[in-house]
């Protein structure tokens, strides 16, 4: 088959030549995309007077067909196509003849190869939405059923402070709030068409831009034709919010894998999300959350790949930038799984009560409420530290794992304005209880951040990719 674009060639491509160059057998994938540009594309040519209605109305009707051959499986891409959007144009030739050659008036593949890539951003964007979407849900759920569930807060690995499950639940559902916001900041930036751009410089003929852009959902056409086919920034974006989110899945994977082991024994993940030995029966392995975690990795190298493709390359076009595709398109497909089934696995996942239960009165978890509760006595907070220090210090002298459990005797040779009656209340449940500055971990705070969430939640759902 004759390529579209070898009418100043004396020789076809060397075969190993055309496989190197192709990108026909993964760029398929936009087919949608492509036709949809093509329709739009031609639509605006006819109300300019650049074709006919008639011409236009045949070359709709023969990209439809190539459209329903491709979904239907009768079109099968060669290495002869070498990308879709010769594979279509060469189709509709072949179907209708010379006014097929009309379609290509007034672009390049530049900037069509930048639409098609654009709209399945775009759709990628309104996919991954819906995922992240769910999975705040699935967490504000988990938060309200956990609200007032204690647990142990960490700090460096180490017991650091009582909280409340449903307050752990809540730091994440912010962390994917950031990555929504990341996307619905990403396609306010690209949401502008390419089309028209031709191959850098626009073009002599009357095309409407505008309309084209208005035709295919977009603010508006792009500003300047040399930037815009050779900008990957949008793929970029989309590539770093991936590489944040998938880096906060593997955060909760990691704490997850790690609260199922035998040692702390805090969380019951379901058996459907996890695998067994094939030597050691009494195997149950969280394999999921371990699978979540090396999954990162390849999203991590696919914004290291464009990045570094793109380092270095002058305005306009370059060849390099054909291979920013196979990147987008695993890094979409790898992000969209893992939080989908990152969010099933968490929805099926219980923590066990009484193996957290008791590690609470380990590692003196109200000892920075006892301080704070010297500070309302008058007594300043760097004085409080120093003496709540040194009751921790007494409990590992005596062998005692509880502050509540020193004598007043003890209490008095560390400082004499200590007493068991002045602690006061100082039980794990009632530090959580009083931890109501705005943000903290008392169960009526994070109630107040569920309906805070939900509210943000809702609304963030009528954002339209």
């Known amino acids: ?48 007077g650049i074709v006919s209605e008639a011409e ?44 097929g050659k009309k379609l290509h008036t007034a672009r390049s593949r530049n900037d ?16 991954v939405l819906q995922c992240l979407y769910r999975l705040e849900g699935v967490i504000l759920e988990k938060a309200e059923q956990y609200a007032d569930k204690i647990t142990v807060g960490f700090t460096h690995l180490q017991h650091a402070q009582p909280i ?67 900008d990957r920034d949008y793929i ?12 906060h899945l593997s955060r909760w994977a990691e704490e997850l894998a790690w609260w199922n082991s035998t040692e702390f024994a805090y969380v019951a993940i379901d058996d459907s999300f996890c695998t067994g030995s094939s030597i050691m029966p009494q195997k149950k392995n969280p394999d999921m959350a371990e699978l979540i975690r090396g999954k990162v990795g390849r999203v991590y190298g696919e914004l290291m790949q464009l990045l570094t493709v793109m380092k270095g390359t002058p305005l306009s076009y370059n060849k390099d930038f054909q291979e ?38 380990r590692g003196f978890l109200n000892a920075t409420d006892v301080a ?10 760097r004085e409080a530290h120093s003496i709540v220090g040194r009751m921790v210090k007494a409990c590992e002298v005596k062998g005692l794992t509880r502050l509540e459990d020193l004598t007043d005797e003890d209490l008095q040779a560390i400082d004499s304005r200590v007493t068991r009656a002045t602690l006061g209340d100082i039980s794990i449940k009632a530090c959580v209880e009083n931890r109501t500055s705005f943000g903290g971990t008392a169960p009526s705070e994070v109630l107040r951040q569920i309906e805070a969430g939900k509210a943000w939640l809702a609304e963030a759902m009528q954002f339209q990719a």
Request: charge should be negative; glycine fraction near 6%; charged fraction near 25%.
């Open 56 to 99: 236009k109305d045949q070359i709709v009707a023969g990209l439809e067909s190539i459209r329903a051959d491709i979904a239907s499986g009768a079109i099968v891409f060669t290495v002869e196509d070498e990308d879709i959007h010769m594979g279509v144009e060469s189709r509709l030739i072949q179907r209708i003849g010379d006014v």
């Open 164 to 230: 409340t499950i449903g307050f752990l639940f809540m730091a994440y559902f912010q962390m994917f709030k950031r990555d929504i916001q990341r996307l619905q900041d990403g396609l306010e930036r690209m949401d502008y068409s390419p089309l028209g751009a031709c191959a850098l410089a626009g073009t002599t003929l009357p095309i409407d831009r505008h309309y084209t852009s208005q035709l295919l959902g977009f603010t508006a056409p792009c500003e300047n034709a040399m930037d815009v086919v050779s």
């Open 112 to 127: 069509q190869c930048q639409l098609d890539t654009r709209l399945y951003v775009k759709k990628e964007i309104g996919e």
């Open 236 to 247: 970029l974006d989309f590539l770093s919010a991936a590489a944040l989110s998938m880096m």
């Open 324 to 361: 920013d595709k196979e990147s987008l398109y695993d890094a979409a497909d790898t992000w969209k799984a893992t939080v989908d089934i990152f969010a099933k696995m968490l929805l099926r996942s219980e923590f066990r009560m009484d193996q957290i239960e008791p590690q609470l009165q």
């Open 372 to 381: 704070e509760h010297f500070v309302v006595q008058g007594i300043p907070f």
């Open 1 to 48: 088959m004759a390529s579209l674009w070898g009418g100043r060639f004396e020789k076809d491509m060397d075969e190993v030549v055309k496989y190197y160059n192709a990108s026909i057998f993964y760029d398929q994938r936009m087919y949608n995309e492509d036709i949809n540009g093509s329709i739009a594309h031609v639509t605006m040519l006819a109300k300019q």
